[in-house]
């Protein structure tokens, strides 16, 4: 089945520089990589995602790119502010198949 | 609010013990996933239902089982309890049945097990 790896587990950032979250995955058929953000005591949320078609995607501060040949997807976040604090979630499928997620990466942004 | 609705919030039980969650999808859903959330294990899939059929099963172990009824909501059973079930279990829903439909997830049941 497929696995997914993220790094880092934990990233403190400075507010307004940028954050970089990776993850890797093993099922090179895995055709959809979306990123879940979770704030403390709440539920996940979808906040970005991209299918296998495309090398990258952008919306407002938040960009997650995707290189198929090594397996991999990052989620870029710029400018980062407080309310940016939360766990990120990566996850990868098949599409038909189910969601693996990764373990998640906290992120910490310091006024 | 994503409009998936969780009961209960909070649940505190025994070992050994048997526990309902109940989940009811965001209007117009079909597909109902469960998951449970540990700290150390981050997002695990128990099993999903679409349409009142069970479609896919995950890490979901045989102390555990689920349905969806006619009016689409599902009921996760987890009998004799260990202290080690205690986690945020979460249920999500989607339009479709595959994965790369967005999932909305609910508030979650949080289950201690003493």
């Known amino acids: 089945g497929e696995n997914v790896e993220q790094h880092p587990s934990t990233l403190s950032v400075q507010e307004g520089d940028s954050a970089v979250i990776k993850c890797t995955y093993s099922d090179s058929a895995s055709n959809y990589f979306p990123w879940y953000k979770q704030e403390l005591g709440k539920r996940p949320q979808l906040i970005i995602d991209?299918?296998?078609?495309?090398g990258e995607k952008k919306d407002q501060r938040i960009a997650v790119t995707l290189n198929k040949t090594a397996k991999h997807f990052s989620l870029h976040i710029t400018e980062t502010q407080p309310e940016d604090s939360a766990v990120y979630f990566c996850?990868?499928?098949?599409?038909?198949?189910?969601?693996?997620f990764g373990k998640g990466t906290m992120l910490l942004v310091s006024p | 609010d994503s409009g998936v609705t969780q009961t209960p919030k909070h649940l505190i039980t025994a070992t050994g013990q048997r526990v309902t969650l109940r989940c009811s999808p965001r209007s117009g859903d079909l597909s109902v996933y469960w998951y449970q959330q540990s700290l150390d294990q981050g997002l695990q899939f128990l099993i999903q239902?679409?349409?009142?059929?069970?479609?896919a099963k995950g890490n979901i172990l045989e102390r555990f089982s689920a349905q969806q009824f006619p009016d689409l909501h599902s009921e996760l059973n987890l009998s004799s309890l260990e202290l080690g079930d205690s986690a945020l279990y979460f249920c999500?829903?989607?339009?479709?049945?595959?994965?790369?439909?967005?999932?909305?997830f609910g508030p979650g049941t949080r289950l201690t097990v003493l």
């Open positions: 996850a990868a499928s098949r599409g038909y198949s189910t969601l693996t």
């Open positions: 239902y679409y349409n009142g059929e069970e479609r």
């Open positions: 999500a829903s989607s339009v479709g049945a595959s994965a790369d439909n967005e999932q909305f």
């Open positions: 991209i299918r296998s078609n495309v």
